[in-house]
Nanobody, 122 residues
Framework: QVQLVESGGRLVQAGGSLRLSCAAS????????MGWVRQAPGKEREFVAA???????TYYADPVGRFTISRDNAKNTVYLEMISLKPEDTAVYYC????????????????WGQGTQVTVSS
């Protein structure tokens, strides 16, 4: 069982940056791939980024983008660094965990957090 708690979302002006964190409980964090998915109002959930268990492999919806996913297994935490934020980045950002990298790469996960709201004003 993995429990996930996201934090770091807030109101930010366009062009700004944020770092989201997802803290995981449980001793099996380091064996799980992690991912970030977002959901804007009135839209379906959208895959953002994924990272494998070691951090050695990452995958992005936009490979040449503004987001960087990373993890610190010693702290049981995965991060999403976001720069040059745009109003269209406004969404609830969820982190997900799964034993399979392919699952989080597809925007799926066995475990989900409750989400953190990111609002980008123009």
């Amino acid at each position: 069982q993995v429990q996930l708690v996201e934090s770091g979302g807030r109101l930010v002006q366009a062009g700004g940056s944020l770092r989201l964190s997802c803290a995981a409980s449980g001793r099996t964090f380091s064996s799980h791939a992690m991912g970030w998915v977002r959901q804007a109002p009135g839209k379906e959930r959208e895959f953002v980024a994924a990272i494998n268990w070691s951090g050695g492999s990452t995958y992005y919806a936009d490979p040449v983008g503004r987001f960087t996913i990373s993890r610190d297994n010693a702290k049981n935490t995965v991060y999403l660094e976001m720069i040059s934020l745009k109003p269209e980045d406004t969404a609830v950002y969820y982190c997900a965990a799964d034993g399979h990298f392919d699952a989080v790469r597809a925007g799926r996960g066995a475990y989900w957090g409750q989400g953190t709201q990111v609002t980008v004003s123009s």
